[in-house]
């Protein structure tokens, strides 16, 4: 490491001399050992630094090269390593550490201000799931446009079953979420949960025997997992009872007790709330108190999506990318839909995407708004342009509201979102549109109804004179005292506006054009003229210059600086005198919290809806809107379908194809063709096209009419999961059984050349089994694409089974794909015409010919198929496929060995 680093002196290091830095040294070194994934930091005052390892992580992370890394040695032992990082580098890595990286971030602080003091603290620490204590470091200047959602999760056998208990806390939308399920071996239930929730971390009590399986789970979905006392999950009932009725905000008329809520009897669920609360510490931030709801969470509203269905649409983009970024928008669905200009639009999308809806009548005023939307050009214009983009984001002002951290400036942002709820109002019931009137109108116009005492007081209390000059005080009138404070500074503006004429007369030039008179909060009151009059200060020195900007050059004289200190006096005298009416104003302001946070969420929606139709009318071929049929409908059918994400990306020209399903006739289809002809992306384009339908947005096709489904599952892909512990094939028999297990037949299914990672015929038997019992069993609707031929045959036993394939065109010379699908079976093998388009060196390619023609092209077709089914009939014979026990025995048997 000595070739990257700085060589610094002992006494120079973060200004310690050297019994100094032996002390922190000694205090750093009993801390103990930490885990890779938590980074400390130590307040310095004004800078802030990192050690040890941390240091190397946050210098690839801010700098992108460890050459900024010192070394503190104030003796021959091993010294540490350290990095200085100023405030603006400690933002942007705390950002990048609990928001991207999801990892934990502790802070030390000196009990007193002395800066070679060696008494540290422990002075806040942070998680994914639980940001509280850096939410005005992370969101102060910064739209919170992800959510933070923790889980706390509990189980206990109850008749041989798992009881499953999760509690969900939102912090920042303060919602309580509560639900008691049983699940089995696999917690396939749980592992939808989580796809529905989202959540950056879950608590969960010391990993042993089923809980190290869930952390498994937990770990395979990217989320945080928190290890506490077993303990922490025997909170006393009265105990847990004392704290909601602090934390929760009853209902008028309500009996406020929390032991009479329905939620109080999933005893399993509220194990896990009381070491949530536990660990977010709830009660010990009053501002919390009285302002959360607690509901149960009802999961038959909602598609029940699988972790490998979300990765196999693409549902989310890549961690870390941008919502701005050009990559944002055809990475992911999320991305391709989420075209909004709030944070809380953003945040909203995000939870819309994972949950889309099984309620028709919900589904089917979604598609009237964005219909309505699409048609009206000019309010979609003046809304998402215009509105939207002007909005702040509610929840992160109510936040500051909430801590008491607010001040007339945040006050005066939530006023203006009100003041705009009347022009978007009339906007949108100018359109005359039933589904937007009882969705979004007639709820807004009820919160506005309840804010408009807010406004008033605003209005009342805020000096509107002084925005204008973005100052923010309280009405000189408010207050006699404020009045006499306002005269004087008026007096003191008078005579600084004389100072402008005085110098535009010695100067010779106009008054209010080419010298003007500025205010700026480092300079005050100053003189600018542009840069081509600035030879006329040169020669006169009662005139100084403070510097030169774009704008001109600002410059003053000793009696505007004089008359500077005048006016900042009394200035400071009227912030002084306002500060009690101001928290007042605060304290008042509170009582709003409930309609303003209402507001915030109808404000979400309408952007989201707004996105739904700028997407869809952004698309290289516009959207269509989807006809939706009751689940259970048995339909499913798409004209020229084309994949979301695909035809967004530069130099593309998708080839849209066709879909046909219905109840009785086709369940399934089985896919084939060469690799890259398209198969994934087709049948991708299907379950994405399905899922932003029951989301509410329009899709990519000429025509489509679908019945609901109530789960969207898939195998796509054959990625080993090295970080996990798991083989391609455990993987695949993982996210298999969870499919079998949880299939109806209301139930979208894609599977992607399941089989492949293990020897071909036994691959074949089980691919073979599998598909077998999803169209005969489940009969589910199916896109199983394969390069097992002999599945293919299962056509001739199941009527409900049909083939299609993907077109390629070959000749001894030429390979050309054509991704298109027609009915029917691939006739042939176009592996070696792939090798050769992925430039496979000569002799290698000529090898594989000659292998092929050896061992394949020998023998008849009839014979070859005769022989390949035969040995895969001998491995069904041992499978027993009439029989999804069977089927999940063979699964857990794989996963056993």
């Not at 009100?418 to 978007?424: C, E, G, N, Q, T």
């Not at 009339?426 to 969705?439: G, Q, Y």
Request: glycine share 4%; proline share 3%; hydrophobic share 40%.
């Amino acid at each position: 490491m000595s070739n990257v680093k700085s060589a610094v002196k002992p006494s120079q290091a973060l200004n310690l001399d050297v019994q100094q830095q032996k002390n922190f040294i000694k205090f750093w070194e009993s801390l103990g050992e930490k885990t890779s994934t938590t980074v400390r930091f130590f307040d310095r005052t004004d800078y802030y630094s990192v050690h040890g390892e941390d240091s190397h992580l946050a210098a690839k992370c801010i700098f992108k090269s460890v050459s900024n890394i010192k070394t503190m040695k104030p003796d021959s032992n091993a010294g540490l390593d350290y990095l200085c990082l100023s405030k603006g580098n400690y933002e942007i890595l705390l950002r990048e550490l609990l928001l991207v990286k999801l990892f934990r971030a502790e802070l030390f602080k000196r009990k007193n201000n002395d800066s070679r003091s060696n008494d540290w603290h422990l002075e806040a620490k942070g998680s994914p799931g639980n940001l509280i204590q850096f939410e005005s470091v992370l969101f102060n200047n910064n739209e919170m446009d992800i959510g933070t959602t923790l889980i706390a999760l509990n189980f206990k056998l109850q008749d041989q079953q798992k009881k499953v208990g999760v509690a969900s806390v939102d912090a920042n939308e303060r919602v309580i979420s509560i639900i008691e399920f049983i699940d089995d071996d696999f917690f396939s239930e749980l592992e939808a949960i989580i796809v529905l929730l989202g959540p950056k971390e879950c608590v969960l009590p010391t990993a042993d025997g089923e809980f190290k399986t869930i952390k498994k789970l937990l770990d395979r979905n990217n989320v945080m997992v928190t290890m506490t006392k077993k303990t922490d999950f025997n909170l006393e009932k009265s105990d847990l009872v004392q704290d909601l009725n602090k934390l929760l905000k009853f209902e008028k008329g309500q009996q406020e007790n929390a032991q009479t809520l329905p939620e109080m009897s999933k005893t399993v669920a509220m194990s896990a709330l009381g070491a949530a609360l536990k660990y977010l510490n709830l009660i010990g931030d009053s501002c919390n108190l009285g302002h959360f709801e607690m509901k149960l969470l009802d999961l038959k509203r909602f598609v029940h999506l699988d972790a490998a269905a979300v990765s196999a649409l693409n549902l989310h983009p890549k961690p870390g990318t941008l919502i701005n970024s050009s990559a944002y928008k055809w990475h992911s669905i999320l991305g391709v839909l989420d075209r909004c200009k709030t944070a809380q639009g953003h945040r909203l999308m995000a939870q819309w995407v994972k949950q889309p809806l099984r309620n028709e009548s919900i589904i089917k005023d979604r598609h009237d708004i964005v219909q309505c939307f699409i048609d009206a050009s000019t309010a979609r214009t003046d809304l998402h342009d215009s509105y939207m983009k002007r909005m702040p984001d509610v929840m992160v002002l109510c936040k500051k509201l909430m801590r008491k951290k607010a001040c007339l400036k945040d006050l005066y942002r939530l006023y203006q979102v009100v003041a705009r709820i009347p022009k978007i109002l009339a906007i949108l019931s100018d359109l005359l549109n039933p589904a937007v009137d009882s969705v979004i109108v007639s709820p807004m116009k009820e919160t506005f109804g309840d804010l408009k005492l807010f406004k008033q007081m605003v209005e009342q209390v805020i000096d509107a004179e002084g925005i204008k000059r973005g100052e923010y005080f309280i009405r000189p009138s408010f207050d006699t005292e404020l009045e006499t404070v306002k005269a004087s500074m008026d007096e003191v503006e008078e005579k600084i506006n004389k100072k402008l004429k005085a110098a535009a007369s010695d100067l010779n030039l106009d008054a209010g054009t080419a010298i003007k008179l500025e205010y700026v909060a480092h300079h005050g009151y100053h003189f600018r003229i542009t840069l081509s009059n600035e030879s006329v200060l040169r020669k006169n020195t009662k005139y100084k210059t403070l510097d030169a900007v774009k704008g001109g050059v600002r410059f003053n004289t000793d009696a505007l600086v004089a008359l500077n200190d005048e006016f900042n006096e009394a200035r400071k005298a009227y912030e002084e005198q306002q500060q009690s009416i101001v928290e007042e104003v605060i304290r008042v302001a509170l009582g709003y919290l409930a309609p303003l946070s209402c507001l915030n969420g109808q404000l979400a929606q309408l952007d989201c809806l707004l996105s739904f139709a700028i997407a869809a009318i952004s698309a290289p071929i516009c959207y269509t809107r989807p006809t939706m049929s009751p689940e259970g409908n048995g339909v499913m059918e798409f004209k020229q379908l084309r994949h979301p994400c695909l035809e967004l990306q530069e130099d593309v020209t998708f080839i849209p194809n066709d879909c046909s399903f219905k109840k009785e006739e086709t369940h399934m289809s089985i896919i084939t063709g060469p690799n890259m002809g398209g198969k994934s992306t087709y049948i991708r384009s299907v379950g994405a096209a399905v899922l932003m339908a029951q989301v509410g947005s329009f899709v990519p096709c000429e025509y489509a009419n679908i019945s609901i489904v109530d789960c969207i599952l898939g195998r796509v892909g054959a990625d080993d999961n090295i970080n996990k512990g798991l083989s391609t094939f455990m993987v695949e028999m993982i996210e298999t059984a969870q499919i079998i297990r949880t299939a109806t037949e209301n139930s979208l299914v894609v599977i992607d050349e399941l089989g492949r990672g293990t020897s071909t015929y036994e691959g074949c038997g089980i691919a073979w089994s599998i598909a077998e019992h999803l169209a005969k069993v489940t009969k589910c609707f199916t896109l199983f694409a394969t390069h097992f031929h002999e599945i293919t045959e299962l056509a001739a036993y199941v009527p409900t089974v049909k083939n299609s394939h993907m077109v390629a065109v070959a000749d001894s010379e030429n390979f050309t794909l054509l991704y298109q699908v027609k009915p029917g079976v691939m006739d042939k093998s176009f592996g070696i015409h792939v090798a050769k388009l992925a430039n496979f060196p000569q002799r290698v390619v000529e090898e594989a010919q000659k292998i092929y023609d050896e061992t394949d092209d020998h023998k008849s077709d009839d014979e070859k198929k005769s022989t390949k089914y035969l040995q895969a009939m001998d491995i069904l014979d041992k499978i027993d496929a009439s029989s999804v026990d069977d089927i999940v025995a063979i699964v857990q048997k794989t996963l056993v060995h």
